[in-house]
Nanobody, 125 residues
Framework: QAQLVESGGGLVQVGGSLRLSCAAS????????MGWFRQAPGKEREFVAAIRWIGGSTYYADSVKGRFTISRDNTKNPLYLEMNSLKPEDTAVYYCAADHRGLWPPLQTGWGTDWGQGTQVTVSS
């Protein structure tokens, strides 16, 4: 299985932008769906965005449509999340994930077989 590690989080002002990356080692993830989730303090982990394969279908939570863009390639950083027009409500720990079962669409209970440790995104108002 893949080992995943997120990077790119930090402190940003409202309306600003950040690019998150997810690096992988171990199993190649090219052919498996990947996605981003986030969890704010005191709230459940929620789905953000997913992509089925390189250049493949994407799926976004309504809360981030038009602001976030998910992409992937076959480098050591196979998954990205470009976040624009950030709002304070976007503050959360962001996690990348992959599903080696190839489950799609990504919203069913139990989706995700490999998870990263998360990276903190804080949007100041």
């Amino acid at each position: 299985q893949a080992q995943l590690v997120e990077s790119g989080g930090g402190l940003v002002q409202v309306g600003g932008s950040l690019r998150l990356s997810c690096a992988a080692s171990g199993r190649t993830l090219n052919n498996y769906p990947m996605g981003w989730f986030r969890q704010a303090p005191g709230k459940e982990r929620e789905f953000v965005a997913a992509i089925r394969w390189i250049g493949g279908s994407t799926y976004y939570a309504d809360s981030v449509k038009g602001r976030f863009t998910i992409s992937r390639d076959n480098t050591k950083n196979p998954l990205y999340l470009e976040m624009n027009s950030l709002k304070p409500e976007d503050t959360a720990v962001y996690y990348c994930a992959a599903d080696h079962r190839g489950l799609w669409p990504p919203l069913q209970t139990g989706w995700g077989t490999d998870w990263g440790q998360g990276t903190q995104v804080t949007v100041s108002s």
